[in-house]
């Protein structure tokens, strides 16, 4: 179930994701669908079952299985790609963190708030000073 709001410049979506799904794959199709072209987490709650991230200064991705619940998933969003970081703990408290990877699975719920703003679009590019695709921001026409 789907609901948004437009404050000026901004739109909100409201989802709710169920146990077994795949969180990148979702949250991908919810872009696509709304055409968002400027998104970021606003908002989450949940837990997941298999947790994939690949930690600061590291290339490979790390796997979980467990029980694990989602303490903070912030980042930006787009058409063409995305950059969010998850934190989450295991059942007994200790946290673990890092850049958000495919893989992410459901365990009871994930309930997020997507926000849009409506006047820029976000797209990635090179950058020469980090070495990776970095965040752009354009006036929207």
Same mark, same amino acid.
């Given at each position: 179930?789907?609901?948004? &709001? =437009?404050? +000026?410049?901004?739109? !909100? $979506?409201?989802?709710?994701?169920?146990?077994?799904?795949? *969180?990148?794959?979702?949250?991908?199709? !919810?872009?696509?669908? @709304?055409?968002?072209?400027?998104?970021?987490?606003?908002?989450?709650?949940? =837990? &997941?079952? @298999? *947790?994939?991230?690949? $930690?600061?200064?590291?290339?490979?991705?790390?796997?979980?299985?467990? #029980? !694990?619940?989602?303490?903070?998933? @912030? /980042?930006? &969003? %787009?058409? #063409? /790609?995305?950059?969010?970081?998850?934190?989450?703990? +295991?059942?007994?408290?200790?946290?673990? /963190?890092?850049?958000?990877?495919?893989?992410?699975?459901?365990?009871?719920?994930?309930?997020?708030?997507?926000?849009? &703003?409506?006047? *820029?679009?976000?797209?990635?590019?090179?950058?020469?000073? =980090?070495?990776?695709? %970095?965040? *752009?921001? #354009?006036?929207?026409?």
């Amino acid at each position: 179930m789907e609901h948004s &709001l =437009s404050p +000026d410049g901004a739109r !909100f $979506y409201a989802l709710r994701l169920i146990p077994g799904q795949e *969180v990148f794959a979702h949250l991908h199709a !919810f872009i696509e669908k @709304n055409h968002i072209r400027a998104g970021w987490i606003a908002g989450c709650t949940g =837990s &997941l079952s @298999n *947790v994939a991230l690949r $930690y600061a200064g590291r290339e490979g991705t790390t796997h979980l299985t467990g #029980t !694990f619940e989602v303490i903070a998933l @912030n /980042g930006t &969003l %787009e058409l #063409t /790609g995305e950059h969010l970081h998850l934190a989450i703990a +295991d059942p007994d408290g200790a946290m673990l /963190g890092g850049h958000m990877m495919p893989g992410c699975t459901v365990r009871t719920t994930l309930e997020l708030v997507i926000g849009e &703003l409506t006047s *820029v679009t976000f797209s990635r590019q090179p950058c020469p000073v =980090s070495g990776y695709d %970095e965040l *752009v921001v #354009t006036p929207r026409h």
